[in-house]
């Protein structure tokens, strides 16, 4: 049997790369998927899956909107009669978005508020239409996508990582209430999956060096991640194989956040 056999999912940011690789990873497994996203291109997406056998729905929404998620969960329950399967994925990630995110003192407070806003309260209202109806279900997994910006600090993306901060406590604020539903809350924290958003924040002496390369500085493995790896970790959550894990940020990071902050400078010393 699939590991995903008779499993029904929403997917939020489904027809961006790692949103994609993901439904289509858990397609493969036997899940039914609704797919999420602001962007038209959804539907082309999800007509791709089903010319290759998999049974998905489009659904085009925006996260911040209360209504919308809660129609896409609606969209499943009403389809599939079930949901199993809820990861909030959607995010503020474009370029031009991220090039304006730099330190407290560069972004206004409307900007602040707008990235929570979409990034942070998508997987709020993730999290509140999907327990209902996990709940109906028997039990269920959530995944939410946070990052290893939220890690520490950093002279830029003040924004970006606060509301992902934000999403770790979330995630074990849900699972810590609903647990006893059956229900699970996990976050992913992805690493330097390319493409990269060109670097944020302003400063001349950073945007030198590509932020490619700055991550790739302080990452354990040599080689870039893909959105299959973080697709790879979603199916786990989101499969039986991890009934007895909740509560936790896991890192698919390469090993950016395993280690002490010298490390980029002991390898250029020791010329590694």
């Not at 009403?78 to 199993?84: A, I, V």
């Not at 606060?162 to 609903?178: C, D, G, R």
């Not at 007895?244 to 395993?258: A, E, N, S």
């Amino acid at each position: 049997m699939s590991r995903l056999e008779g499993k029904v999912a929403v997917v939020t940011g489904a027809a961006g790369a790692l949103g994609f690789a993901g439904v289509r990873a858990m397609a493969a497994e036997g899940a039914r998927v609704v797919m999420m996203d602001l962007s038209p291109t959804v539907h082309e997406r999800a007509k791709e899956l089903t010319e290759d056998g998999f049974d998905v729905r489009s659904y085009k929404g925006d996260v911040s909107v209360e209504a919308h998620i809660a129609a896409a969960v609606a969209l499943a329950t009403e389809t599939y009669g079930r949901l199993d399967v809820m990861w909030s994925n959607a995010g503020l990630v474009s370029a031009d978005w991220v090039l304006q995110d730099s330190d407290v003192l560069g972004i206004s407070r409307d900007y602040l508020l707008r990235t929570i806003e979409v990034n942070t309260g998508s997987v709020f209202l993730g999290s509140k239409y999907a327990v209902p109806a996990m709940a109906e279900s028997g039990g269920g997994s959530i995944i939410n996508t946070s990052s290893i910006q939220a890690a520490g600090g950093d002279l830029a993306l003040v924004a970006y990582g606060t509301s992902k901060a934000a999403i770790n406590y979330l995630t074990q604020s849900v699972a810590t209430s609903f647990g006893h539903l059956g229900i699970r809350s996990n976050a992913l924290a992805p690493g330097l999956i390319p493409p990269m958003p060109p670097s944020a924040g302003g400063n001349h002496r950073l945007e030198e060096v590509s932020p490619t390369q700055l991550i790739l500085n302080s990452q354990m493995l040599k080689d870039f991640g893909e959105p299959a790896d973080v697709a790879n970790a979603v199916v786990f959550l989101a499969s039986d194989e991890s009934k007895f894990i909740t509560g936790q940020l896991i890192y698919v990071d390469g090993g950016v956040t395993g280690h002490l902050p010298t490390l980029s400078d002991r390898r250029r010393l020791a010329d590694v």
